[in-house]
């Protein structure tokens, strides 16, 4: 342990001692990246320009290896620029300039001294004019105590150039650190190789804040002693929130406070008008006109760590599943084998039917032979083969093997493929038919609802989902007819139910218990019905409307036309590079993304919790955490209906008629058959006389 403490002294020791950085004024030019555009800005029209200024001007004028543009900056003051006088929006993003994409932009900044007003108004003026270079180098005549303010407008790294001596040509750099409590440092000379190194040490002297305060809307106190980052539950300790676990992660690396831990003591909180980072902004239209807009741009929008929430919709329905009977013994095969098959039968019956014709030469004996063969078909497709002798004996030897051919095919459909599906089909439980596509719900005009709310300062709480439609309503053009029929009469249709918590609507759906919409009117949900809500919602109502009833559930995988974009917003502050680092390690490691998902959990487990026993909790817990969709029940143990035997009795009655049939075609002949035809159409004509004569009788009697 005293190793390690005479160790950490001696690094301090070297790191005090260690040789202030200085370079020529010949080489400076090695601490601008190449393919730079050198901004030179400064007082030119001064009469007593000092020598130390008029040297470093010469050689940044007079150098090949960069871009130059010059900026008059009369009496040090940017108000009196022409340039940037003018700019009454951001030039850079709506006229882009003479930079190239790959380009450095670098600000060479000669001023006497720092007057801490006058540079913040410079810095805020470069920002709203669209200016925020990568580098800035403040060539200073002075050096003083330097107060800069922390919360400029820009995410420039500030270096600060001094020539102390007028016989040397070295120049001490120096490195401006926002929270360090003596804002100028002088660098080392191991950090002043080239731009690299530089902006190396900068990053290492400004990305300790001292316990800055980085104030964001997650500012609440964390207890250890209650809370965890790292499972949903640990003991006692249960899962916190994903924006005190970020902010508490980040305020450790980067050495800043936002969440307050018992026990600790940190300095006052300095109050201001927006937070620094802005975890829960939704970006809409207002987001863009009001922080986002070139003019007065005060975050940036990171790349990571941010979520996109899409409305999915999904179609719910109570209804009673059904067997379909008679209907499904036409199931195990599709339509197209059912034609293909019926189509194969009826031309190999054809043929063997042409075979005896061109035998005999006899057109009884094709027909003959087409009902045998007919007949074959059927038998086989029963599993009966004992007719396939006597259909090779009509047909010739040659066709032996067709025959054979037939009769395995035969087999296939009929007892593989048909018989093994149909027992399954006739007892098989079949949900209601319905679309789940935004259009076709439209159109069925289905009850559609939706609980995902947003709150806004003048409407209080509303439907997102309504202020979205309106949007999209609004800008859309006569061109889109069709999507604009669909939003129009979605708009129209949605009924929004104002709620905190989408399971218990939920809950109180599957209980059939009636709910309160928006429009103050309080009744059940339909037996069939459409939710259309941001994803955490709509896995919120649906876990609700699955705990009592057993609806049926279809989630609809078309494309979402609705989302949400919910980024998070850092302010262009000097700290900005630390914290997007820091946001795109959470992001690579995963850790973002989990804490989402704990936080999602927990908060659906505190509900169920709060509104439900003990064993729907579990049941819910087990749910979403083994993504169990639904109760395991044996097939034995469900009862079938009677419902299941409507048609029985109509198909017992067409096999018994086509069985009485076949049995008086195969036991009396045609003859007999005629005859019997001829003395029921004489009984007919008798019975028919008969009642003439009765009617002619009653006609007289009654005249």
Same mark, same amino acid.
């Given at each position: 342990?005293?190793?390690?403490?005479?160790?950490?002294?001696?690094?301090?020791?070297?790191?005090? *001692?260690?040789?202030?950085?200085?370079?020529?004024?010949?080489?400076?030019?090695?601490?601008?990246?190449?393919?730079?555009?050198?901004? &030179?800005?400064?007082?030119?029209?001064?009469?007593?320009?000092?020598?130390?200024?008029?040297? $470093?001007?010469? #050689?940044?004028?007079?150098?090949?290896?960069?871009?130059?543009?010059?900026?008059?900056?009369?009496?040090? @003051?940017?108000?009196?620029? $022409?340039?940037?006088?003018?700019?009454?929006?951001?030039? !850079?993003?709506?006229?882009?300039?003479?930079?190239?994409?790959?380009?450095?932009?670098? #600000?060479?900044?000669?001023?006497?001294?720092?007057?801490?007003?006058?540079?913040?108004?410079?810095?805020?003026?470069?920002? !709203?004019? /669209?200016?925020?270079?990568?580098?800035?180098?403040?060539?200073?005549?002075?050096?003083?105590?330097?107060?800069?303010?922390?919360?400029?407008?820009?995410?420039?790294?500030?270096?600060?150039?001094?020539?102390?001596?007028?016989?040397? =040509?070295?120049?001490?750099?120096?490195?401006?650190?926002?929270?360090?409590?003596?804002?100028?440092?002088?660098?080392?000379?191991?950090?002043?190789?080239?731009?690299?190194?530089?902006?190396? !040490?900068?990053?290492?002297?400004?990305?300790?804040?001292?316990?800055?305060?980085?104030?964001?809307?997650?500012?609440?106190?964390?207890?250890?002693?209650?809370?965890?980052?790292?499972?949903?539950?640990?003991?006692?300790?249960?899962?916190?929130?994903?924006?005190?676990?970020?902010?508490?992660?980040?305020?450790?690396?980067?050495?800043?406070? @936002?969440?307050?831990?018992?026990?600790?003591?940190?300095?006052?909180?300095?109050?201001?008008?927006?937070?620094?980072?802005?975890?829960?902004?939704?970006?809409?239209?207002?987001?863009?006109?009001?922080?986002?807009?070139?003019?007065?741009?005060?975050?940036?929008?990171?790349?990571?760590?941010?979520?996109?929430?899409?409305?999915?919709?999904?179609?719910?329905?109570?209804?009673?599943?059904?067997?379909?009977?008679?209907?499904?013994?036409?199931?195990?095969?599709?339509?197209?084998?059912?034609?293909?098959?019926?189509?194969?039968?009826?031309?190999?019956?054809?043929?063997?039917? /042409?075979?005896?014709?061109?035998?005999?030469?006899?057109?009884?004996?094709?027909? %003959?032979?087409?009902?045998?063969?007919?007949?074959?078909?059927?038998?086989?497709?029963?599993?009966?083969?004992?007719?396939?002798?006597?259909?090779?004996?009509?047909?010739?030897?040659?066709?032996?093997?067709?025959?054979? #051919?037939?009769?395995?095919?035969?087999?296939?459909?009929?007892?593989?493929?048909?018989?093994?599906?149909?027992?399954?089909?006739?007892?098989?439980?079949?949900?209601?038919?319905?679309? %789940? @596509?935004?259009?076709?719900?439209?159109?069925?005009?289905?009850? &559609?609802?939706?609980?995902?709310?947003?709150?806004?300062?003048?409407? /209080?709480?509303?439907?997102?989902?309504? @202020?979205?439609?309106?949007?999209?309503?609004?800008?859309? *053009?006569? %061109?889109?007819?069709?999507?604009?029929?669909?939003?129009?009469?979605?708009?129209?249709?949605v009924e929004f139910i104002p709620t905190h918590s989408s399971f218990t609507v939920g809950l109180n759906i599957s209980e059939s218990w009636r709910v309160q919409f928006?429009?103050?009117?309080?009744?059940?949900?339909?037996?069939?019905?459409?939710?259309?809500?941001?994803?955490?919602?709509?896995?919120? &109502?649906?876990?609700?409307?699955?705990?009592?009833?057993?609806?049926?559930?279809?989630?609809?995988?078309?494309?979402?036309?609705?989302?949400?974009?919910?980024?998070?917003?850092?302010?262009?502050?000097?700290?900005?590079?630390?914290?997007?680092?820091?946001?795109?390690?959470?992001?690579?490691?995963?850790?973002?993304?989990?804490?989402?998902?704990?936080?999602?959990?927990?908060?659906?487990?505190? *509900?169920?919790?709060?509104?439900?026993?003990?064993?729907?909790?579990?049941?819910?817990?087990?749910?979403?955490?083994?993504?169990?969709?639904?109760? &395991?029940?044996?097939?034995?143990?469900?009862?079938?209906?009677?419902?299941?035997? =409507?048609?029985?009795?109509?198909?017992?009655?067409?096999?018994?008629?086509?069985?009485?049939?076949?049995?008086?075609?195969? %036991?009396?002949?045609?003859?007999?058959?005629?005859? $019997?035809? $001829?003395k029921w159409r004489q009984y007919a004509a008798e019975v028919a006389g008969c009642f003439r004569q009765i009617h002619g009788l009653l006609n007289e009697t009654l005249?």
């Amino acid at each position: 342990m005293l190793l390690k403490i005479y160790f950490a002294i001696f690094l301090q020791t070297i790191s005090v *001692t260690s040789k202030p950085g200085q370079v020529n004024i010949s080489h400076i030019d090695r601490l601008f990246p190449h393919q730079s555009v050198l901004n &030179i800005m400064g007082d030119f029209n001064t009469s007593h320009p000092k020598l130390f200024d008029y040297k $470093l001007f010469k #050689f940044l004028q007079q150098n090949l290896k960069f871009s130059k543009v010059l900026h008059p900056l009369p009496n040090n @003051d940017i108000e009196h620029s $022409l340039q940037y006088q003018n700019c009454s929006h951001n030039q !850079y993003t709506d006229n882009p300039k003479y930079y190239l994409h790959y380009a450095t932009k670098i #600000f060479v900044i000669f001023l006497p001294k720092i007057e801490p007003q006058m540079f913040y108004d410079l810095q805020n003026k470069l920002n !709203y004019c /669209g200016e925020n270079p990568t580098y800035m180098f403040l060539i200073l005549s002075t050096i003083q105590k330097i107060d800069i303010h922390a919360w400029a407008g820009q995410t420039t790294s500030l270096f600060v150039m001094h020539h102390p001596s007028i016989i040397s =040509d070295l120049v001490h750099i120096y490195v401006i650190c926002h929270t360090c409590p003596v804002q100028l440092v002088e660098v080392p000379a191991e950090s002043v190789d080239d731009i690299n190194a530089l902006y190396a !040490y900068w990053k290492r002297e400004n990305s300790n804040l001292h316990h800055y305060h980085i104030q964001a809307y997650a500012s609440v106190s964390f207890d250890p002693n209650k809370f965890t980052c790292r499972a949903i539950k640990r003991g006692n300790r249960a899962f916190s929130h994903v924006l005190t676990c970020a902010q508490l992660t980040l305020g450790d690396k980067y050495n800043y406070t @936002d969440v307050k831990i018992p026990g600790r003591q940190y300095p006052p909180d300095e109050p201001r008008a927006y937070p620094d980072i802005l975890y829960n902004m939704a970006v809409t239209k207002q987001t863009f006109e009001g922080i986002l807009h070139p003019v007065r741009t005060l975050y940036s929008w990171l790349p990571n760590c941010g979520t996109i929430y899409q409305f999915k919709l999904a179609v719910v329905t109570f209804e009673k599943l059904k067997v379909d009977g008679v209907q499904g013994i036409t199931l195990p095969l599709d339509v197209y084998t059912w034609a293909a098959s019926g189509i194969s039968f009826i031309l190999i019956s054809i043929l063997l039917g /042409g075979i005896g014709y061109k035998k005999s030469g006899v057109v009884r004996d094709c027909v %003959s032979n087409f009902t045998q063969c007919a007949y074959w078909i059927f038998c086989c497709l029963c599993g009966q083969y004992h007719g396939t002798p006597a259909i090779l004996s009509v047909t010739a030897l040659s066709c032996a093997v067709f025959v054979i #051919f037939w009769v395995v095919m035969f087999f296939l459909v009929g007892t593989v493929f048909y018989q093994g599906a149909i027992f399954s089909s006739l007892i098989a439980m079949q949900p209601p038919s319905f679309s %789940s @596509d935004l259009e076709s719900v439209v159109d069925s005009e289905i009850q &559609i609802i939706t609980t995902t709310y947003r709150y806004t300062n003048h409407h /209080g709480y509303g439907s997102m989902l309504r @202020d979205l439609l309106r949007d999209e309503i609004s800008i859309m *053009t006569k %061109s889109d007819t069709g999507l604009l029929r669909i939003l129009s009469k979605l708009n129209k249709s949605v009924e929004f139910i104002p709620t905190h918590s989408s399971f218990t609507v939920g809950l109180n759906i599957s209980e059939s218990w009636r709910v309160q919409f928006d429009s103050g009117e309080v009744k059940k949900a339909a037996d069939t019905f459409a939710v259309l809500n941001l994803e955490g919602d709509l896995a919120e &109502i649906l876990a609700g409307i699955g705990l009592k009833g057993d609806p049926h559930i279809v989630t609809s995988l078309e494309e979402p036309i609705f989302f949400l974009q919910n980024p998070i917003l850092v302010k262009r502050w000097f700290f900005y590079p630390f914290i997007s680092h820091g946001f795109g390690q959470l992001a690579q490691s995963g850790l973002y993304d989990f804490w989402i998902e704990l936080t999602s959990f927990s908060e659906l487990m505190n *509900t169920v919790r709060k509104y439900t026993t003990d064993e729907l909790y579990r049941k819910v817990v087990i749910t979403r955490l083994y993504k169990v969709r639904k109760e &395991i029940v044996f097939e034995e143990e469900k009862s079938v209906s009677v419902s299941a035997l =409507d048609s029985v009795p109509p198909l017992v009655g067409v096999l018994f008629g086509a069985g009485l049939l076949i049995f008086l075609g195969e %036991s009396i002949k045609w003859q007999g058959l005629r005859y $019997l035809f $001829l003395k029921w159409r004489q009984y007919a004509a008798e019975v028919a006389g008969c009642f003439r004569q009765i009617h002619g009788l009653l006609n007289e009697t009654l005249g």
